[in-house]
């Protein structure tokens, strides 16, 4: 494969990307040093089964192992003699994986990795001085430094402009990527799909080469699975113009994979990462494929936490596109706005990524268990109520939202909305209609407020939202250009979380241990590779689990006193629950419930508040599982 560079500025930004933060401190100064652009991508080394993976502590710096012993100290040479780093695959090697893991697949992995490890590993760092900077009691605001950007009335998102299959997405169905749940998202009806390999997937070996595999199946019209009761599930047409837009969402910059190892120019080695391994595969095998066919590229940009972590993904978009041959602008971009920094450089996003940007979600789960994270150790009056009091209507999540669809449409950009958690039961009318009329009076609001479109978790709600947003939009495939000119939010609506506990919500000792319950279920049920769970008819993933964990966390730390008994949260108050909760279920075969009663120890009953749970649950329990290997 021959791949050509083009590693010229493509247009300055109108504003000191590099200036001071307006009330968050300063930055750590930037990187100056002149990097040469990679060569091209030549074929790696053969995917086979490697020595043994030595284990790596967690993420997020330094990422870096004692140096490999490859050929050449790990370095592929080009014909110039230009140095370049390797991919290696270390996990084993199942059925068809060489299909996904070819020597040219795994070359532009490394091409990838070349140019934006290291620029990621500094957007890391960058991430926990903020964080920091936020606990030591600084609120974070609109940078100062990129106003020019939010004052010019000018520039414009390329939206869905020549991206076929996005222009009407008024009900999206969410789901990971295993051959049986992509083929019943492509036989749902709904208008596109989150193809997920983020919160909704368990990120074991197989799930991750064998989800691309569907993936690749899908878009050719070929996929089909049959069960192991002899089920046999098929696509209802080989032609991807008639079944929902396929929009991936790859794994967030926080998380590696230990399954490919890649090796720099320098010989030095370290976890390849999810995010550049999800992207890559999967645009290296169907960008082409799926031009040709009458889509395109599209992706979701999960936890993106500031416009610097937008630019990288651009970057990386750019290279890509150049590398494969691709026109510029034909991958297409949301963001799901899932983190309090991200709130407030929705506008910086958008510029970043325009030519390559679709819209912004309204990621409400994650964006919860942000706010809890930035203000985890600022007082009672941070303190969040019960989840399952926390509504969309508390006017600190009405001000996230309205300010999002309100930045989107003047920018030409389309605003998703989230996913309400209750799911049907066909087996429990009763569960049925409460998650009907749930659904609808979320889906309600949403259209109202001006989103153009919105997420499900279950195909049976798919009319229900459907026909909330029918009734707004019409024929119309969006309302981009409604602008919601009446929007007014600054930094005290996006921060007045005591208002959730004004209203009336409160702690509870049932929340308290229904969160522990939660927490503990579902990392039962992901560390055996299922990545979302219906639990208690709700439908749970890695970002309600992050809530559940870090509002305990957050309770015992603020001295929590729970409302109906007057009993403070304690760490041993909450030891007990967990106890009681992992003897009262069900000790069934393969369960992982000590497993997972250890990582909810580690993640939220220790002095230390481990950033995402994932992080240390994948190291230290996933990997060399009996679930990780083919």
Known sequence: ???????????????????????????????????????????????????????????????????????????????????????????????????????????????????????????????????????????????????????????????????????????????????????????????????????????????????????????????????????????????????????????????????????????????????????????????????????????????????????????????????????????????????????????????????????????????????IKCFRTRGESYVLPDRAQVTMTAPFMRAYTELLVATCHKRGAHAIGGMSAFIPDRRDPEVTERAFGQVSADKKREASDGFDGTWVAHPDLIPVAQAEFDAVLGDAPNQVSRLRDDVTVGQHELLDIASARRAGATVTSAGLRSNVSVAVRYLDAWLRGTGAAALDSLMEDAATAEISRSQVWQWIASGTVTEDDQQPVTRERVEAILLDVVASLPHDHGNRLEDAAAIFRQVALQDDFPPFLTSPAYQGHLVDSAVDRP
């Not at 994986?97 to 990838?112: N, R, V």
């Not at 996005?166 to 169905?173: A, F, K, W, Y």
């Not at 070996?205 to 199946?217: K, R, S, T």
């Not at 878009?219 to 002899?230: D, M, S």
């Open 1 to 371: 494969m021959t791949a050509t560079i083009d590693t010229r500025a493509q247009g300055t930004s109108p504003y000191d990307a590099d200036a001071g933060l307006a009330g968050i401190g300063t930055p750590p100064a930037s990187r100056t040093a002149s990097v040469p652009a990679p060569a091209a991508p030549s074929p790696a080394p053969a995917p086979s089964p490697a020595p043994a993976r030595t284990s790596e502590a967690a993420a997020p710096a330094p990422r870096s192992s004692a140096p490999s012993t490859l050929p050449n100290g790990g370095v592929g040479a080009s014909g110039t003699g230009a140095r370049r780093g390797v991919i290696t695959v270390t996990g084993s090697v199942g059925p068809r994986y060489d299909e996904i893991l070819t020597p040219e697949a795994l070359g532009f992995l490394a091409l990838l990795h070349d140019r934006f490890d290291a620029a990621r590993d500094d957007l890391i760092a960058q991430r926990q001085l903020r964080r920091q900077d936020i606990a030591d009691g600084t609120d974070p605001d609109f940078r100062a430094s990129t106003r020019p950007v939010r004052d010019d009335p000018d520039w414009r998102v390329a939206g869905s402009r020549n991206a076929p299959g996005l222009e009407d997405r008024r009900v999206e169905i969410t789901g990971p990527t295993d051959p049986k749940m992509t083929i019943n998202a492509l036989n749902s009806g709904a208008r596109c799909w989150l193809a997920d390999a983020e919160d909704a997937s368990s990120p074991t070996w197989p799930n991750v080469v064998e989800g691309q595999l569907a993936l690749h199946d899908a878009i050719r019209g070929t996929l089909a699975f049959t069960n192991e009761a002899g089920k046999e599930y098929r696509l209802r047409s080989s032609d991807i113009t008639d079944l929902p837009t396929i929009v991936f969402r790859p794994r967030g910059w926080h998380l590696d994979e230990a399954h490919l190892r890649y090796t720099d120019a320098h010989g030095i080695t370290s976890n390849a990462l999810g995010s550049l391994v999800d992207f890559g595969l999967y645009f290296f095998h169907n960008a082409a494929e799926l031009v040709a066919r009458g889509r395109g590229p599209y992706f979701y940009l999960p936890k993106l936490e500031g416009y610097r972590e937008a630019r990288l993904w651009n970057e990386v978009f750019e290279v890509a596109q150049d590398a494969l041959g691709i026109p510029r602008g034909t991958v297409r971009a949301t963001v799901l706005i899932e983190t309090l920094p991200a709130a407030f450089e929705m506008e910086e996003i958008l510029y970043e990524l325009r030519d390559h940007c679709a819209g912004l979600n309204a990621g409400r789960w994650d964006y919860l268990f942000s706010v």
